[in-house]
C-alpha cells in the first residue's frame, strides 16, 4: 500500500507571497493532519481535517489555512508568507477511529 | 509547563546496550501514546504505540506506560548505530489533537 504523498518536497517563495501544499493520504484513511516543524519549536500542530471538515485547529494565525476534498486529498495555504514560516510541513493520516498517524515526506519550505 | 516533556539529549549509548528514552505528559486525560523515530532531514515514522498500563514489546523495542506517574519510555535493547536518530514523544487526548515532545536525540557509538 502506497503511504502518504506530499507535494512539492521543496519550494522556496519570496516573502508575501502565497504557497499551496498538497498531501494524499494513505489509501482509506480518512482523516488528515498537518504539522509545522522547525528547529526551535518541534513539531507543531496545524489543523487536522476529517470527511472534509476541520475537526481541530492548533495555535497559527489566520494566514494559515487547510481544506480537504471527498477523496481525503488536502491542501494547506500559507499567505502573506513571513521568514518565519520557513519550515518543513508534514501531513499525516491515519484511520477512521484510529489515532496512530502516519507521516508523508513533508514539503521543506523556504521563504526568502 | 510543556504538555509532553522530553530530555533532549543526546543520549549517547555504547553498541549493544539497552537505550531507555522517557517522557512525562501533563494531561491526566490522555489515553494514546506513541513513540516516532525521526532520521535527520527525513519525516516521523511510527515505531511503538501503547494505550494501557503495562509493557507492550515488538522485537527490540519496549514501551511502557504508566498512568499514575503519567510517565512512557522506550526501551531499545542491543542498540545499534542506525537507531542514532531523535525519538519523538507524542499522547493523545480523546479526539484532541496528538501532542509531541520536542524529541530526544539518541546516538549510539560503535
Known amino acids: 500500500k502506497a503511504g502518504v504523498t506530499q507535494t512539492p518536497r521543496y519550494l522556496i517563495k519570496t516573502r508575501g507571497q502565497q504557497v499551496t501544499l498538497s498531501c494524499s493520504p494513505i489509501?482509506?484513511?480518512?482523516?488528515v493532519s498537518w504539522y509545522q516543524q522547525t528547529p526551535g519549536q518541534g513539531l507543531q500542530f496545524l489543523f487536522e481535517?476529517?470527511?472534509?471538515?476541520?475537526?481541530n485547529k492548533g495555535n497559527f494565525p489566520g494566514r494559515f489555512s487547510g481544506r480537504q476534498f471527498s477523496n481525503s486529498r488536502s491542501e494547506m495555504n500559507v499567505s502573506t508568507l513571513e521568514l518565519g514560516d520557513s519550515a518543513l510541513y508534514l501531513c499525516?493520516?491515519?484511520?477512521?477511529?484510529?489515532?496512530?498517524?502516519?507521516f508523508g515526506p513533508g514539503t521543506r519550505l523556504t521563504v526568502t | 509547563q510543556k504538555e509532553v516533556e522530553q530530555n533532549s539529549g543526546p543520549l549517547s549509548v555504547p553498541e549493544g546496550a539497552i537505550a531507555s528514552l522517557n517522557c512525562t505528559y501533563s494531561?491526566?486525560?490522555?489515553?494514546?501514546f506513541f513513540w516516532y523515530r525521526q532520521y535527520s532531514g527525513k519525516s516521523p515514522e511510527l515505531i511503538m504505540s501503547?494505550?494501557?498500563?503495562g509493557d507492550k514489546e515488538d522485537g527490540r523495542f519496549t514501551a511502557q506506560l504508566n498512568k499514575a506517574s503519567q510517565y512512557v519510555s522506550l526501551l531499545i535493547r542491543d542498540s545499534q548505530p542506525s537507531d542514532s536518530a531523535t525519538y519523538l514523544c507524542?499522547?493523545?487526548?480523546?479526539?484532541?489533537?496528538?501532542?509531541f515532545g520536542s524529541g530526544t536525540r539518541l546516538q549510539v557509538q560503535p
Open positions: 499525516a493520516s491515519s484511520l477512521t477511529g484510529s489515532a496512530e498517524q502516519y
Open positions: 489509501s482509506g484513511h480518512r482523516s
Open positions: 481535517y476529517f470527511s472534509e471538515t476541520q475537526r
Open positions: 494531561d491526566r486525560g490522555s489515553q494514546s
Open positions: 501503547i494505550y494501557s498500563n
Open positions: 507524542a499522547v493523545k487526548e480523546g479526539r484532541r489533537a496528538l501532542t
